[in-house]
């Protein structure tokens, strides 16, 4: 049965032509082989356009891709990936180390470096976070806050897009509808027709200047919705750094990935 059920799976996630199989292949180590052991980090991206393997790296999900074509044979993507190990093990090694919500972390928050700093009594009735100077103070009865520190800077995070975008859309002369935050992982943000903005609550990590380019380059969607010329005017008019915001988000983006718990 088992082998049955596996190509048929196999084949639907290749339909999804150059995306990721999802986790059944990983758990059941790939059609049999053990890439796991190569790197936990490793995954296969079967691809339609691509004429022969290949290995990116994926530093926003801390991943490196083994891009093979759509017929490839998977124990000739074992040995390519095999020989290739140390390659990917360093890449892995030198991306930005993973910063995790816990005691002693600095954080960048709102375009100060903050550090966290927990206080634990198991007397308390509730985790009370505050946002200093230079700290964020958790008082917790929770062994483990990091949840609890997750949902403070969402919400953070909510608040304060939702102010900046409320100030540009007012400036643009336009509506907006509704702010939300989400944890995504692959845009800064969108905006619809019907003039609702997302943020990924990420953000929160980003320069000033950057955080502030991402929340005129969604709010100058309810002007153009396209990246025309005119967009980026509007754009351009609407941010405090046009150029700086821009360029540290398009090089340095991926590193606000690294701060919380380690994406699966
Ligand atoms: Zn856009």
Redesign the pocket.
């Given at each position: 049965m088992k082998r049955r059920v596996k190509p048929l799976n196999a084949e639907r996630a290749r339909a999804r032509s150059g995306q990721n199989l999802f986790s059944f292949e990983q758990e059941n180590g790939w059609f049999g082989m053990p890439f796991a052991e190569i790197s936990p980090r490793l995954k296969l991206s079967v691809s339609d356009r691509a004429k022969r393997m290949a290995l990116r790296l994926d530093p926003r999900n801390r991943l490196v891709h083994l891009v093979v074509p759509k017929r490839a044979n998977m124990r000739t993507a074992y040995l390519f990936a095999e020989q290739n190990k140390e390659w990917i093990r360093e890449k892995l090694r030198d991306l930005p180390r993973q910063v995790p919500f816990r005691d002693g972390e600095i954080l960048p928050i709102l375009g100060k470096d903050r550090r966290i700093v927990v206080l634990y009594n198991p007397a308390l009735k509730v985790t009370d976070i505050q946002l200093k100077k230079d700290e964020l103070l958790v008082l917790t009865n929770k062994p483990d806050p990091s949840a609890r520190i997750k949902r403070f800077l969402m919400e953070l995070a909510r608040e304060k897009l939702t102010e900046l975008a409320l100030e540009k859309a007012s400036l643009m002369r336009r509506r907006l509808e509704d702010v939300q935050v989400k944890d995504t992982r692959s845009r800064w943000?969108?905006?619809t027709e019907d003039a609702r903005i997302s943020f990924s609550w990420r953000l929160i990590f980003a320069p000033s200047k950057s955080f502030d380019y991402v929340v005129a380059?969604?709010c100058?969607?309810l002007v153009h919705m396209d990246?025309s010329e005119n967009?980026w005017k509007v754009c351009e008019r609407a941010c405090r750094d046009f150029e700086e915001g821009k360029d540290w988000m398009h090089k340095n983006g991926h590193s606000l990935m690294r701060f919380g718990a380690l994406p699966s």
């Open positions: 943000g969108s905006c380059h969604e100058a969607h990246h967009f």
